[in-house]
């Protein structure tokens, strides 16, 4: 099979979806790659390390949709929508429940769309969603540290404190990988952590797991307005597979917090579980409601791609490696897990949470058979 790997155009988005590493082992089981020129320049992979790796360098965009099976990292956007055709599968991020034109566009090129979100192992982990919310997690602390200095438009606060000065307090919403990477983070950095949770074996794992400061309740609105009015630093960070992310913070509750406290939702590609958030780029991150500094990037771990890349790719590689080695009907049909990856086949939406998210006609249970 012919592997695609284009440069990514999104808003300082320097991650590529292969290292040189994974273009080698799919070179030598007999596949050939195409990269774009320049696609891993941003992650520290040179043209010339592809090509000792076997790759095909080729000069545009174009050439490297042109395969049968593109890998990519993040969903297309508008200037990529005519690469799209009925004869390409694409594997990435969607993110399709947030998306409706992309999800439309989609639909009506024909496009085969492989989610990486979605992908799910027997036990309903979710292999591809892992690595780069564990990035972001922990991104978000860091974040928000900075923010908090005064000079970056927060409070002023040192997030851990120091002696006779009490340390920031951060909220998480959420216990997930997003959630406990935050959270170990956090609590390294020596903040008061208030996680909050509807899976009470989770939160009890987490206080297990992660000890000194860290505080667990369980999600009502209660809790979580009192968390929230209460936190210098709010972490979204709620995930339902595949669907929108729920609204679990109103802008109310946004409007009790402090002035200069500050608000990260890393769920924001999903449509984002606080109210007052909306989506920002890498080069314009930030803004203000009511005196709450919001950061909204949608591609946070696009801050540190040298580690994103490997960690993705690791993740990602024997899926390509698999796809390419059956076919991708083939392929899917052998390992369920993988085909609860579909969410695109032959112009329809094949995922249930993206139909419904859309009021679309609901997916057949197989629908490649």
Same mark, same amino acid.
């Not at 790997?5 to 979806?17: A, F, L």
């Not at 034109?101 to 769309?113: A, P």
């Not at 006779?164 to 950095?189: D, F, K, Y």
């Not at 946070?300 to 993740?315: D, K």
């Given at each position: 099979?012919?592997?695609?790997?284009?440069?990514?155009?999104?808003?300082?988005?320097?991650?590529?979806?292969?290292?040189?590493?994974?273009?080698?082992?799919?070179?030598?089981?007999?596949?050939?790659?195409?990269?774009?020129?320049?696609?891993?320049?941003?992650?520290?992979?040179?043209?010339?390390?592809?090509?000792?790796?076997?790759?095909?360098?080729?000069?545009?965009?174009?050439?490297?949709?042109?395969?049968?099976?593109?890998?990519?990292?993040?969903? $297309? +956007?508008?200037? @990529?929508? /005519?690469?799209? =055709?009925? %004869? &390409?599968?694409?594997?990435?991020? !969607?993110?399709?429940? *947030?998306?409706?034109?992309?999800?439309?566009?989609?639909?009506?090129?024909?496009?085969?769309?492989?989610?990486?979100?979605?992908?799910?192992?027997?036990?309903?982990?979710?292999?591809?969603?892992?690595?780069?919310?564990?990035?972001?997690?922990?991104?978000?602390?860091?974040?928000?540290?900075?923010?908090?200095?005064?000079?970056?438009?927060?409070?002023?606060?040192?997030?851990?404190?120091?002696?006779?000065?009490?340390?920031?307090?951060?909220?998480?919403?959420?216990?997930?990988?997003?959630?406990?990477?935050?959270?170990?983070?956090?609590?390294?950095?020596?903040?008061?952590?208030?996680?909050?949770?509807?899976?009470?074996?989770?939160?009890?794992?987490?206080?297990?797991?992660?000890?000194?400061?860290?505080?667990?309740?369980?999600?009502? $609105? +209660?809790?979580? @307005?009192? /968390?929230?009015? =209460?936190? %210098? &630093?709010?972490?979204?960070?709620? !995930?339902?597979?595949? *669907?929108?992310?729920?609204?679990?913070?109103?802008?109310?509750?946004?409007?009790?917090?402090?002035?200069?406290?500050?608000?990260?939702?890393?769920?924001?590609d999903q449509g984002g579980c606080i109210e007052t958030i909306r989506p920002t780029r890498h080069s314009?991150?930030?803004?203000?409601?009511?005196?709450?500094?919001?950061?909204?990037?949608?591609?946070?771990?696009?801050?540190?791609?040298?580690?994103?890349?490997?960690?993705?790719?690791?993740?990602?590689l024997p899926y390509v490696a698999r796809l390419a080695a059956d076919g991708v009907p083939a392929a899917?049909?052998?390992?369920?897990?993988?085909?609860?990856?579909?969410?695109?086949?032959?112009?329809?939406?094949?995922?249930?949470?993206?139909?419904?998210?859309?009021?679309?006609?609901?997916?057949?249970?197989?629908?490649?058979?």
């Amino acid at each position: 099979m012919i592997v695609g790997v284009p440069r990514e155009i999104k808003d300082q988005e320097s991650r590529v979806s292969m290292t040189p590493g994974g273009v080698r082992m799919l070179c030598e089981a007999g596949h050939r790659v195409f990269v774009e020129t320049q696609a891993g320049e941003g992650s520290g992979f040179g043209d010339d390390e592809y090509r000792a790796a076997g790759a095909e360098i080729v000069p545009d965009a174009s050439a490297a949709w042109g395969t049968q099976l593109v890998v990519k990292v993040k969903e $297309p +956007l508008p200037p @990529e929508y /005519a690469f799209l =055709r009925p %004869d &390409l599968t694409l594997f990435t991020y !969607l993110h399709l429940a *947030a998306e409706r034109e992309l999800t439309l566009e989609m639909m009506k090129r024909g496009v085969t769309g492989i989610a990486y979100e979605t992908v799910e192992l027997p036990d309903g982990r979710l292999p591809l969603l892992k690595p780069m919310s564990e990035v972001a997690g922990r991104l978000a602390v860091q974040k928000g540290a900075f923010y908090l200095e005064k000079v970056n438009g927060g409070s002023g606060k040192l997030i851990g404190g120091v002696a006779g000065v009490e340390p920031a307090r951060v909220t998480i919403i959420g216990g997930g990988v997003v959630g406990a990477g935050a959270a170990r983070i956090a609590l390294g950095m020596c903040a008061e952590v208030t996680v909050l949770d509807r899976d009470i074996e989770r939160l009890r794992h987490l206080e297990e797991v992660l000890h000194r400061r860290l505080i667990t309740r369980s999600v009502d $609105p +209660l809790a979580v @307005e009192e /968390a929230v009015a =209460r936190a %210098d &630093l709010l972490i979204g960070a709620v !995930l339902v597979k595949g *669907a929108r992310t729920p609204r679990v913070v109103t802008r109310a509750m946004v409007a009790r917090m402090a002035r200069g406290s500050v608000v990260i939702d890393v769920s924001v590609d999903q449509g984002g579980c606080i109210e007052t958030i909306r989506p920002t780029r890498h080069s314009d991150p930030v803004y203000f409601v009511g005196g709450i500094l919001h950061y909204g990037v949608t591609n946070m771990p696009g801050a540190v791609p040298r580690t994103s890349t490997i960690a993705l790719s690791n993740a990602t590689l024997p899926y390509v490696a698999r796809l390419a080695a059956d076919g991708v009907p083939a392929a899917l049909l052998k390992d369920p897990g993988l085909a609860r990856g579909l969410n695109t086949w032959r112009g329809a939406v094949t995922y249930p949470a993206v139909a419904e998210a859309f009021g679309l006609e609901k997916p057949p249970a197989d629908p490649l058979r």
